[in-house]
């Protein structure tokens, strides 16, 4: 796993404020209730931020953040390398 990907799920972990759980990068987010729609901007946000792109966010749904896997995924098929 890259350093990106482990500062996401750090980030996620901070920001579900759950004790004990655990993520990787293939675990459910949205779909197992671990995050929710009202968190998708701070998601997309530090996913732009770590990756140095703009990700158009007509061109993100929430199932495109499902995993952090899928999150890099979709950074590479939309992501806009960041001004």
């Known amino acids: 796993m890259n ?9 996620i972990i901070r920001r579900i404020r759950k004790p004990g759980v655990k993520i990787d990068e293939s675990t459910p987010l949205f779909s197992s209730g671990l995050v929710d729609s009202l968190a998708l901007a701070d998601v997309l946000v530090k996913l732009e931020d770590l990756t140095h792109t703009r990700i158009p966010p007509g061109m993100v749904q929430p199932q495109d953040l499902e995993t952090v ?4 995924a979709t950074v590479e098929r939309v992501g806009k390398p960041a001004k």
């Open 3 to 11: 350093a990106e990907k482990t500062q996401m799920i750090e980030y």
């Open 69 to 72: 896997d899928i999150m890099f």
